[in-house]
Nanobody
Framework: QVQLQESGPGLVKPSQTLSLTCTVS??????????WSWIRQPPGKGLEWIGY???????YYSPSLKNRTSISRDTSKNQFTLQLRTVTPEDTAVYYC???????????????????WGQGTQVTVSS
């Protein structure tokens, strides 16, 4: 059974970089057909998909965030990491990591595509 756990600072200053790590247990992040994603939910709003890194190591980002987003992985630690640059208060949200196994061609770019989630971590952008 795959389990996910987010970690990182809960407070980030405007214009700085938000960095979060997701630690995975129960499966290797290089296992075929796994997609590892970051999703967020601003206060009072719906879930927003940020991007994923596939089992192959290839990342893909939401068009609305791709200019500020990087997702990478550390296979030795079985972790993947989100970096969101130049944050503003509008980036305040609960951030989730999530995963899904999809055999064959796939591009899981919606929160509803994912069936395994971490508990989420609150990130506030404020000076």
């Amino acid at each position: 059974q795959v389990q996910l756990q987010e970690s990182g600072p809960g407070l980030v200053k405007p214009s700085q970089t938000l960095s979060l790590t997701c630690t995975v247990s129960g499966a290797s992040i290089t296992t075929n057909f796994y997609y590892w994603s970051w999703i967020r939910q601003p206060p009072g709003k719906g879930l927003e998909w940020i991007g994923y890194i596939a089992f192959s190591g290839t990342p893909y980002y939401s068009p609305s965030l791709k200019n500020r987003t990087s997702i990478s992985r550390d296979t030795s630690k079985n972790q993947f990491t989100l970096q969101l640059r130049t944050v503003t208060p509008e980036d305040t949200a609960v951030y989730y990591c999530a995963s899904k196994v999809i055999v064959g061609y796939a591009h899981p770019n919606s929160p509803s595509d994912y069936d395994t989630w971490g508990q989420g971590t609150q990130v506030t952008v404020s000076s």
